[in-house]
């Protein structure tokens, strides 16, 4: 005899065995699901693990590495970016790529000039940890003749020498043994061309014409002035000298300008941007070549 038991609602008997084979396929479906949910998870973590290994290596070098083991289109560019650390491919050799420069930072020191200014000439003096700061307009609006030594080791600031003739918005440029001083002015443009050295400031010479608002450079034992204003127009003459005595004209500057930026690179001159006569900034970049004489 089948042993038989009815449902909780009473809508029928359903055999004892029946129930008991519904129960364990019941069970097993329910494992299934319990080892499904807990494969997905693991997938999930995995993934999230993957996920944050790749974000971590995205830093300097992480990318160039990833290329460089992936191979492809890819690989080749990122390898070619040369990032620090990163191993290259070189002839079918691995070879690891120079280490990233340190990373520069920037704040405010604690030192201060001798008193407040600005549109002054700062070179190189030649010496380690040393920079000469010289002339500019002062908070009162005059013009300055001092000549003072920084020591970017310490912040000590001293003052070595009275330049002749007080100056702002003047050119200069760094020379083996001495520092020059090109034009600039008082209230109106200057010509004087003046020589900070051991044996203190003196007066060289002249600018063929007065000049301020210019910009200076050297290339070797070369010195160049560039861009500037004579008081009523612009000067395009770019002018060379080795003693700031004597000048020889190089090139002149297809845009004319004063108050640009500029600097030597490969024996070159580049000249961005300035102003023009009425005030408006340009956008050009020039480019001076002294050994042809041409810009």
């Known amino acids: 005899m089948v042993e038989v038991a009815g449902d909780a609602r009473g809508r029928g008997r359903v055999p004892v065995a029946d129930l008991a084979a519904a129960r364990a396929r019941h069970r097993r479906r329910a494992q299934y699901r319990r080892r499904r949910i807990g494969v997905g998870l693991g997938f999930g973590l995995v993934a999230l693990a993957v996920a944050f290994a790749l974000s971590g290596s995205s830093g300097p070098g992480g990318d ?23 191993a290259t491919v070189a002839g079918g050799l691995a070879t690891e790529s120079s280490a990233a420069p340190p990373a520069a930072e920037a704040g405010l020191l604690p030192w201060q000039l001798q008193y407040p200014v600005s549109r002054e000439v700062v070179l190189p003096t030649g010496h380690p940890n040393s920079l000469l700061v010289a002339g500019g307009l002062t908070l009162s609006g005059a013009s300055s003749n001092g000549v003072f030594r920084l020591d970017t080791s310490t912040g000590t600031l001293g003052l ?47 600018l063929p014409a007065a000049r301020a608002d210019a910009a200076g450079t050297a290339v070797g034992r070369t010195a160049y002035v560039v861009g500037g204003y004579d008081g009523q127009s612009l000067d ?11 000048f020889r004209r190089v090139a002149a500057l297809p845009v004319p300008v004063r108050y640009p930026a500029v600097a030597a690179v490969g024996g070159e001159i580049y000249v961005l941007g300035g102003e023009t006569l009425g005030g408006q900034p340009v956008r050009t970049i020039q480019v001076v070549d002294p050994a042809r004489r041409r810009a």
């Open 64 to 86: 160039a590495r990833a290329g460089a083991a992936g191979g492809g289109a890819h690989g080749n560019r990122a390898a070619g970016r040369g990032t620090a650390g990163a």
């Open 160 to 206: 070595v020498a009275n330049l002749p003739a007080s100056t702002h918005d003047a050119a200069g440029a760094a020379l083996p043994g001495s520092a020059i001083v090109l034009g600039g002015g008082t209230t109106a443009p200057a010509s004087e061309s003046q020589g900070v050295g051991a044996g203190g400031a003196s007066l060289l010479g002249s």
């Open 236 to 246: 395009a003459e770019v002018l060379a000298t080795t003693n700031g005595r004597t």
